[in-house]
């Protein structure tokens, strides 16, 4: 359906994404490298053209690491930005803490599962009920649960309200890691200090480690799973 966007820039696609969508798409940050360079991106368009100005959201999950809070400072002190912050419906944490536990994410997939739908998944959908599009960060070469997707796809979602059909963009879909970083030095964009300790990829706190010479990207995040299992549900069609 949009396979002519594929051969589009990154800067490109954004560019499609606002004029066509204006306030109905957002950006989702976790403020990793890829978020970071979008929004260095999304800065620059906006203030180049006359395209809507761009909305981020980011969900803080209760167990963000505090690099991470620090970063969110720093992005919104040199873009002069607003975020739009989700947090996780507070009955829910404390009905799930109280049953299983502050660490559940250890004891079993289906726990772990749990913790994410709940800090993560469920304030996802609350964005996503009020949209028709948003814009990821993420990189076929990220991890195997993501080697086919493309620069923009829709995709079926079930949000607060029904079923609902969203278009996700992701405009760095085709870049390599070091293009990402090459990006980020020579444009000074801030980033999360934890990517100097080999921390490539950045979730919460209990549930992200760093990696060793020669292990995969991702192999941080979730690292007692298997790597079919690593995500969150963030980015599950359903
Ligand atoms: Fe919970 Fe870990 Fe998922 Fe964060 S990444 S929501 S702490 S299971």
Not at 14 to 35: H, N, P, T
Not at 149 to 166: A, D, F, G, H
Not at 209 to 229: F, M
Request: hydrophobic share 35%.
């Amino acid at each position: 359906m949009y396979e002519e966007l594929e051969n589009l820039s990154a800067e490109e696609i954004i560019k499609w994404a606002l004029e066509k969508f204006k306030d109905r798409v957002v950006l989702a940050s976790s403020f990793g490298a890829e978020d970071v360079v979008l929004i260095d991106m999304l800065s620059k368009i906006s203030q180049q053209s006359t395209v809507h100005s761009p909305r981020i959201f980011t969900i803080d999950t209760g167990r963000l690491p505090q690099e991470t809070y620090d970063v969110m400072d720093r992005i919104k002190e040199k873009y002069n930005i607003k975020f739009e912050v989700y947090f996780p419906d507070y009955k829910q944490v404390e009905d799930m803490v109280s049953q299983y536990g502050f660490n559940l994410f250890y004891k079993s997939i289906e726990l772990r599962q749990l913790c994410c739908r709940i800090r993560k998944v469920e304030p996802l959908k609350r964005v996503l009920s009020n949209v028709d599009a948003w814009i990821c960060g993420l990189r076929r070469e990220q991890s195997v649960t993501r080697a086919e997707i493309k620069k923009v796809e829709s995709e079926l979602r079930t949000t607060n309200y029904e079923k609902q059909t969203i278009i996700k963009i992701n405009p760095l879909v085709d870049w390599t890691e070091k293009q990402v970083w090459d990006y980020i030095r020579k444009n000074e964009v801030p980033y999360n200090a934890l990517h100097d300790k080999n921390y490539p990829s950045i979730g919460c706190a209990p549930c992200t480690r760093s990696i060793k010479p020669g292990e995969d990207i991702r192999a941080g995040r979730w690292w007692w799973e298997t790597p079919d299992k690593k995500e969150c549900g963030l980015h599950k069609k359903s």
